[in-house]
């Protein structure tokens, strides 16, 4: 391990491992710092997403879409089998070796591209210098002295936990723990109708939990497209999740009886019986102890975030910053390509990235995805636009696979005809969503999508006709 590096990473989640990447890639001499480890002290890598986020979710979302699938949908394709068994702990074990699979890969990459993996919690202790420090280890008489040209931060983010609230670990859980279950709760109250409480709350309620999503907002997905929110309600009310909108949790319920007491909009108390209470809302930038106040690194007042200029610099020449800590949505493709971009700045190149076309997700079923804006967003801009939308249930795909809730909507310019954003509810809505986000690139209209032949029968023929539909020319609708 060499004691000076070109750029020196704090985090290895997808922005902190990306950067570490790509500034090899470009001839850099790289470390990468991480705090994680195994049960045998081996460090890992991929952050939040891939140990505890992003991947094991979807792989417990795919487990769970697959028993749904048995237990509701097989016999409507000709097929019957015996009433499906659950085996949790094999579900689990599964989508940790997923997780293994991933991270597994990373040590790799790492490795084949000369990157320095050193594992310990890291401390700036001046520009250009990093103290890290075995977990414990106490002060930094104890730890080892790195030195950087360039420093970036990418030490990403961690759940917001309320104070009437607070994390146990086995009752008042993070996403994190529900990950873990080893049994499907009766019933499960999930605090928060985000991305994360419906993608973690659809897991467990497919698995038979009865499961209660509170939200303060007086609609699910909070900040999202109003009829995305309407739909998705919809149909994952259809499936099983109960919604309170309007209603504020004041705390656990007392007595022998578990649940959370809540306040209904008209200020009545309620009591929601539940097994296990999932808090999903919302994460913090994570910089804790990290030294940035020893440094005078400016932050944000009202977010947290640390402040960055156009080329992802602090307020401290040669210390930059990526991902959940600075601004813009908390995602980890946005995460990566600041660290793409950062990874160039550092090198001389012209990197950059385009906050307009950073799609949105929520891995449910159906789907939701949604970049640039929303019809809310162009109203209140003043903005003149055109919409164009297509149902799924006039998708010949879409009805062959009994997978018709859901629409595609393209909003473009009422004047020049570029693609201003776009919505999807819908099967396949984070695949879908590609094309539009590539049209927006590019600068792109709707008549660019709209004259592009696409595959029959195929989803993405639901893109054209949204497409077609903006200049009310839309060939399998009226």
Known sequence: MADRYDVLVLGAGPGGYVAALRAAQLGLKTGIVEKRSDAQGKTLLGGTCLNVGCIPSKALLDSSELYAKAVHEFADHGITVATPQLDIPKMIE????????????????????????????????????????????????????????????????????????????????????ALEFDSVPKQMVVVGAGAIGLELGSVWARLGAKVTVIEIMSEILPGWDKQVAKVMKRELGSQGLEFKLGHKVTGLAKGKKKGVTVEDPDGKELTIPAERVLVAVGRR??????????????????????????????????????????????????????????????????????????????????????????EEELKEAGVAYKKGSFNFGGNGRAVAMASTGGFVKILADAETDQVLGAQIVGPWASDLISEIVAVMEFGGSAEDIARTVHAHPTLTEAVKEAALATDKRAIHAL
């Open 285 to 374: 930038p994570y910089y804790d102890g990290a030294g940035l106040d020893d440094l005078g690194i400016t932050l944000n007042e009202k977010s947290g975030r640390i402040e960055v200029d156009h080329h992802l610099q602090t307020s401290v020449p040669g210390i930059f910053a990526i991902g959940d800590l600075v601004h813009g949505p908390m995602l980890a493709h946005k995460a990566e390509d600041e660290g793409v971009a950062v990874a160039e700045i550092i090198a001389g190149h012209a990197g950059h990235v385009n906050y307009d076309t950073i799609p949105g997700v929520v891995y449910t079923w159906p789907e939701a995805a949604t970049v640039g804006k929303s």
């Open 94 to 177: 599964r989508k940790q070796g997923v997780v293994n699979k991933m991270t597994g890969g990373l040590n790799g990459l790492m490795k084949g591209r000369k990157v320095d993996v050193i594992g310990g919690i890291a401390r700036l202790v001046a520009p250009g210098k990093v103290a890290v420090a075995a977990e414990g280890a106490g002060d930094d008489s104890k730890a080892t002295t790195l030195e950087a040209d360039s420093i970036i931060l990418a030490t990403g983010s961690v759940p917001i936990e309320l104070p009437f609230l607070p994390f146990d670990g086995d009752y008042v859980v993070s996403s994190t723990e």
